[in-house]
């Protein structure tokens, strides 16, 4: 029931911020755009994502390496990039479902023990999560003023006008966070005396376990250049769409940076459609700062046809990966 309510509260998120981001559109000027972009820009697009899902593939090989029972035998990287897009066809629908699923499909594959492959997961997204925040002060030190006007706009501004309204606000958070601490300290003295929590423990170490596989890993420089390329390619699917619409062609590098951050964080909030509502808000608040000014219904356009486009991919490939992955064992007997 907790995960049904939590997936039902991004849903309606989700729906909420495309409400939010569609309300004020006139539907007949957004279908002109749509007519006016170049489609074509899609075939290099998807070349890069390719390039970018088999490079994480590659990444993520290298941190299941140590792990294999069967030494004599490597960790096939194909069967690591099926399981790999096999989960993010299940995120589409279920946001950190996929993350799970592709440690059983790898498990399945590759004899690796399910507990330690979470960890390699957990490693990963710590990782990207790193580097997530390293574009963020990136861009906010050299887009000092973009940044800025967007932080004020769209957070402080709201922020301040809601704690005005309430002015209790933070006096009723620290209270409850207090009472939250206290809670968790009792609940720790019962919990270390139960069996079932002594399971979760073992668990947690074995995750641990495959944290620790970067330490072992025999070419960390190929794992950060691997991370670089990923990022790039990242990069590279939000710029090639900027020449695809009149709008957009003069956007540059700085806006494609500036983009690439703002999609990450929508992407990153778990809502089902690979964050659906979320990157269509940002990208087109984001779009309509200085220097950009570009309007909002181009603006709109460009993220509903950088997403479209992810998600179509995701479920076209995801969806093969779901019969191989499902029919994986068969076929290798």
């Known amino acids: 029931m907790k995960k049904t309510l939590f997936n039902i509260f991004f849903l309606v998120l989700g729906v909420a911020l495309l409400w939010l981001a569609f309300k004020e559109q006139n539907f007949t000027l957004i279908a002109q755009e749509l007519r006016k972009v170049n489609y074509s820009w899609s075939i290099p697009v998807l070349?890069?994502?390719?390039?970018?899902?088999?490079?994480?593939?590659?990444?993520?090989?290298?941190?299941?390496?140590?792990?294999?029972?069967?030494?004599?035998?490597?960790?096939?990287?194909?069967?690591?990039?099926?399981?790999?897009?096999?989960?993010?066809f299940v995120n589409l629908g279920v946001p950190r479902l996929g993350e799970v699923s592709r440690c059983v499909?790898?498990?399945?594959?590759?004899?690796?023990?399910?507990?330690?492959?979470?960890?390699?997961?957990?490693?990963?997204?710590?990782?990207?999560?790193?580097?997530l925040f390293l574009l963020v002060v990136f861009t906010f030190f050299f887009q000092f003023d973009i940044a800025a006007d967007f932080l004020?706009?769209?957070?402080?501004?709201?922020?301040?006008?809601?704690?005005?309204?309430?002015?209790?606000v933070l006096y009723i958070l620290?209270?409850?966070?207090?009472?939250?601490?206290?809670?968790?300290?009792?609940?720790?003295?019962?919990?270390?005396?139960?069996?079932?929590?002594?399971?979760i423990r073992k668990f947690m170490v074995e995750v641990l376990k495959?944290?620790?596989?970067?330490?072992?890993?025999?070419?960390?420089?190929?794992?950060?250049?691997?991370?670089?390329?990923?990022?790039?390619?990242?990069?590279?699917?939000?710029?090639?769409?900027?020449?695809?619409?009149?709008?957009?062609?003069s956007l540059g590098i700085q806006g494609g940076l500036f983009l690439l951050v703002l999609g990450s964080i929508g992407k990153s909030v778990p809502?089902?459609?690979?964050?659906?509502?979320?990157?269509?808000?940002?990208?087109?608040?984001?779009?309509?700062?200085s220097p950009f000014l570009i309007a909002a219904t181009p603006a709109l356009t460009l993220a509903t046809v950088i997403h479209l486009t992810q998600v179509l991919f995701s479920l076209l490939v995801g969806a093969i990966a779901a019969v191989v992955v499902l029919y994986q064992n068969r076929w290798q007997r």
């Open 105 to 131: 499909a790898v498990r399945r594959s590759e004899n690796i023990g399910f507990e330690a492959t979470v960890g390699t997961v957990v490693a990963e997204r710590a990782i990207d999560v790193f580097c």
């Open 271 to 289: 809502i089902q459609g690979g964050g659906m509502g979320a990157y269509h808000f940002l990208v087109t608040k984001g779009l309509s700062l």
């Open 47 to 88: 070349g890069v994502s390719l390039l970018g899902q088999a490079s994480r593939a590659m990444r993520w090989k290298l941190l299941l390496d140590p792990l294999k029972i069967d030494q004599n035998k490597p960790v096939s990287v194909v069967n690591v990039w099926w399981a790999l897009m096999f989960g993010y």
């Open 174 to 199: 620290a209270a409850a966070g207090g009472c939250f601490l206290l809670l968790l300290g009792l609940l720790w003295r019962v919990l270390i005396k139960r069996r079932w929590f002594l399971k």
């Open 210 to 249: 495959g944290l620790m596989s970067i330490r072992y890993m025999r070419r960390p420089w190929a794992f950060l250049g691997h991370t670089l390329f990923i990022w790039f390619c990242y990069f590279l699917m939000t710029y090639c769409w900027f020449f695809s619409m009149p709008a957009t062609q």
């Open 152 to 168: 004020r706009q769209y957070i402080f501004a709201p922020l301040e006008q809601s704690l005005r309204q309430k002015q209790n």
